[in-house]
C-alpha cells in the first residue's frame, strides 16, 4: 500500500473539529468523542491499517495521525472544560438567592401562661428568702397522705379521687405538693423555707374548672416562734405582688388534715369582692413529730396556690381547658 491520502487526513481534522465544537452538553460531547476518537472511529481505522504501509510511508503516515489525534484529543478536551464552566455558571445563576427580598419574619416562641405565672409566683417567694425545692410526681402514699396526716380511711384516698399507679404498692400520681413539704423536712432540720412548684394529678373529670392535671406551688416555713402572723404577712406580700399593690387578704376557717388552724385565703377584688385564691395553714404538730421535728421546739406555716386558679383570675381565663388545649391564638394572647 502507497501511504494515507492528505486529504482524507484533513476531512477528518474538520470533522472531527466541527463535531467537538458543536456539542452542546457532555451527552453530546461524549458522543463526538466515540465517532470520532473512539476505537471504531475512522481515525482509529487508519491507525490500525498503517501495519501494511511500508516502513517509510509508514512513519510519515504514522506521524500524521498521531498529530490529528492530538488535536482533536486537545479540542475535545478544550470543549469539555468549556460545557463545565458553563454548566457551572448556569447552575450559580439558577441557585441564585436574591438577598434584597423582603425577610420572612421569625415568630419568637414564649413560655406558656402557666409556665409564667408560676415562674413569678416562685419569683415572689425568692425574694422573701423560700428556696426551691422538687419532688417526684410519682409518689409514695406515705409521703403523699400518711406523714401529711392524711388518715388511711380519708375519702381522698379513694381511686374516686387519687390516681393509684400501683395500688398494692400504695403508689399514686401525687395530689398535691404538700408531699414536698414532707420530703423537705425528712432531708434537713428546720430553719426551713421552701416552695415546692409542680404538676399534681386527681381523678377528676375536665369541665371549665376541673383538670385532672394542673398545677400547685407549696409553701412551707418552719422555725423558731413562727405564728399566723407570718403567714399572713407572707401571703399578703404575694397577693400584693401577683394582683396589685392595693389587694388586701382574708384569712377564713377552714380545714385541712396537716395543718392546726388552716385557713382558706381570699384575695381582695378591685370592685370590693374577695376571691378564694388558696389554702393554707400552721402545720399540724402531728405532721411536724412525723417528720422528725420537735413541735415543742419548732413551728411552722405552710400554704398551697392553684397555680391556673392564679392565671386564670388575673388574665381573666374563664375556662381551664384553655389552659392546656395549644391554640396558638390563645398562647399568642399572653
Ligand atoms: N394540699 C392542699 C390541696 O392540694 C393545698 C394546701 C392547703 C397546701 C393548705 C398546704 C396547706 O400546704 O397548708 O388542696
Known amino acids: 500500500m ?46 490500525k491499517g498503517l501495519g501494511a504501509l511500508d516502513a517509510d510511508a509508514r512513519r510519515a503516515a504514522g506521524a500524521l495521525l498521531n498529530e490529528l489525534r492530538a488535536e482533536l484529543t486537545a479540542a475535545h478536551e478544550d470543549r469539555r472544560v468549556a460545557l463545565e464552566g458553563a ?53 409514695a402514699g406515705r409521703y403523699n397522705f400518711d406523714l401529711l396526716n392524711i388518715p388511711p380511711d380519708h375519702p381522698a384516698r379513694g381511686t374516686m379521687d387519687t390516681i393509684y ?28 423555707a421552701v416552695v415546692c412548684p409542680g404538676r399534681v394529678y386527681r381523678a377528676d373529670a375536665v369541665d371549665a374548672t376541673h383538670s385532672p392535671v394542673f398545677t400547685q406551688v407549696e409553701g412551707l416555713l418552719v422555725a423558731q416562734d413562727v405564728t399566723m402572723a407570718h403567714l399572713r404577712g407572707t401571703l399578703l406580700a404575694f397577693a400584693r405582688a401577683m394582683f396589685g399593690p392595693d389587694r388586701e387578704v382574708r384569712l377564713r376557717p377552714s380545714f385541712f388534715p396537716f395543718t392546726e388552724p388552716s385557713a382558706e385565703v381570699d384575695v381582695s377584688t378591685e370592685d370590693g369582692g374577695w376571691l378564694e385564691v388558696l389554702g393554707a395553714g400552721m402545720v399540724d ?50
Not at 416562641?109 to 409566683?121: K, S, W
Request: hydrophobic share 50%; glycine share 8%.
Open 87 to 139: 454548566e457551572l455558571a448556569a447552575r450559580l445563576a439558577a441557585e441564585r438567592l436574591d438577598l434584597t427580598g423582603p425577610a420572612r419574619r421569625p415568630r419568637p416562641g414564649r413560655p406558656h401562661l402557666l409556665t409564667q405565672v408560676e415562674a413569678e409566683i416562685v419569683d415572689v417567694f425568692a425574694g422573701l428568702g423560700f428556696a426551691v425545692a422538687d419532688g417526684p410526681e410519682v409518689e
Open 285 to 334: 404538730p402531728a405532721v411536724l413529730t412525723a417528720c422528725g421535728i420537735d413541735p415543742d421546739r419548732w413551728s411552722g406555716f405552710a400554704f398551697g396556690i392553684g397555680v391556673e386558679r392564679v392565671a386564670m383570675l388575673r388574665h381573666g381565663v374563664r375556662d381551664i381547658r384553655d389552659l392546656f388545649d395549644g391554640d396558638a391564638r390563645f398562647l399568642a394572647a399572653f
Open 2 to 47: 502507497e501511504g494515507i491520502d492528505p486529504a482524507d487526513v484533513a476531512r477528518l481534522r474538520e470533522a472531527g473539529l466541527a463535531a467537538f465544537t458543536a456539542a452542546a452538553d457532555a451527552d453530546a460531547l461524549e458522543e463526538a468523542r466515540v465517532a470520532h476518537l473512539g476505537r471504531k472511529a475512522p481515525l482509529g481505522a487508519l491507525q
Open 165 to 192: 399507679v400501683d395500688e398494692a404498692a400504695d403508689v399514686v400520681l401525687r395530689t398535691h405538693t404538700s408531699p414536698v413539704q414532707v420530703r423537705t423536712m425528712l432531708a434537713a432540720p428546720p430553719p426551713l
